[in-house]
Nanobody
Framework: QVQLVASGGGLVQPGVSLRLSCAGS????????MGWYGQAPGKQRELVAA???????NYADSVKGRFTISRDNAKMTVYLQMNSLKPEDTAVYYC????????????WGQGTQVTVSS
C-alpha cells in the first residue's frame, strides 16, 4: 500500500521561497515518476513539475527557472523547491506517484496549501 503525505505549504509574501516535501511509503516508490500538481481556486488541477525515476525533469512554463523538483529515493521523498514566489502561484499543491501507465491509477497525496500574498 502506498501513502503520500505532503507538507511545507504556508502563507508567504511575494518573492520568498518555500520547499514542499512529499513523504512516501511502499516498495514501489523509487521506480515510478512523481509529480507536483497545483490547483488554484476555481481552476483545474495542473501539472507543475515532474521527475522520472532516474531524475529527468520537466516543468510548466510558468515555473521554469523558479521551481525545482527533486527526489530522494532512499528517503522515499520528493521535493519542490519554490523560489521567487508570485501571487499566481497560490494553489493547493498535490504530489503524485504516477503509476497510471502500469496500474491504471495514480496515487495522490492530500495536498498542501500555498498562499502568496502581501
Amino acid at each position: 500500500q502506498v501513502q503520500l503525505v505532503a507538507s511545507g505549504g504556508g502563507l508567504v509574501q511575494p518573492g520568498v521561497s518555500l520547499r514542499l516535501s512529499c513523504a512516501g511509503s511502499g516498495s514501489i516508490f523509487s521506480i515510478y515518476p512523481m509529480g507536483w500538481y497545483g490547483q488554484a481556486p476555481g481552476k483545474q488541477r495542473e501539472l507543475v513539475a515532474a521527475i522520472t525515476s532516474d531524475g529527468s525533469t520537466n516543468y510548466a512554463d510558468s515555473v521554469k527557472g523558479r521551481f525545482t523538483i527533486s527526489r530522494d529515493n532512499a528517503k522515499m521523498t520528493v521535493y519542490l523547491q519554490m523560489n521567487s514566489l508570485k501571487p499566481e502561484d497560490t494553489a493547493v499543491y498535490y504530489c503524485t506517484l504516477e503509476t497510471g501507465a502500469t496500474l491504471g491509477y495514480d496515487y495522490w497525496g492530500q495536498g498542501t496549501q500555498v498562499t502568496v500574498s502581501s
